[in-house]
């Protein structure tokens, strides 16, 4: 049987429902940089390594087709990868949480982060974010860059890729 919170929902997003993700993503991004690691703080290494901030998997996809219904969020985080400190890859370091949010009601949000090598980065055709994530996308060969790619994926972070769709399905 499922909770109320495993229910598919069809609101349609928008715009301010975007904003409404992404600061919550910046919230993240905030805690994810200063407050966790050991050391507590571990990864602000990561501080000037963002590249991009994104709306994935179903979300993404209603976001895109508004058919495909909202059962959770998932926010990825894109960094360019540090040589000393890595981001683990199991769960990549999932933190969740539920958000009730204006349109779509009470909702989790599976916030992910995921470093990018070096060599993925300097396949892409220009240091844009949207490009940097698309050539991961369709070059990478991992389970993640596999599993989003199957989806669309949305800009929420930095401003130049808010609300674009990065990767279109």
């Not at 994810?32 to 507590?40: A, D, E, V």
């Not at 992910?112 to 490009?131: C, H, M, N, Q, Y």
């Not at 860059?145 to 949305?154: C, F, G, H, R, W």
């Amino acid at each position: 049987m499922q909770g109320v919170l495993d229910v598919r929902t069809y609101e349609q997003l928008g715009l301010d429902d975007l904003k409404e993700i992404r600061q919550h993503a910046l919230v993240e991004l905030d805690r994810f940089l200063y407050r966790i690691g050991n050391p507590k703080g571990k990864y602000v290494v990561y501080r000037d390594r963002l590249i991009v901030i994104c709306l994935c998997q179903g979300a993404a996809q209603h976001f895109v087709d508004r058919t495909t219904g909202i059962k959770d969020i998932d926010v990825w985080f894109f960094f360019q990868e540090h040589r000393d400190v890595k981001i683990p890859d199991i769960k990549n370091m999932r933190y969740s949480v539920y958000v009730i949010f204006k349109n779509i009601g009470k909702k989790r949000v599976d916030f992910l982060k995921k470093g990018l090598r070096k060599d993925i980065i300097d396949t892409a055709k220009s240091t844009e974010p949207g490009e940097i994530l698309s050539s991961y996308l369709r070059r990478a060969n991992t389970h993640t860059s596999q599993s989003l790619s199957q989806k669309s994926v949305i800009g929420l972070y930095p401003d130049k890729v808010f609300g674009k769709a990065i990767w279109k399905i």
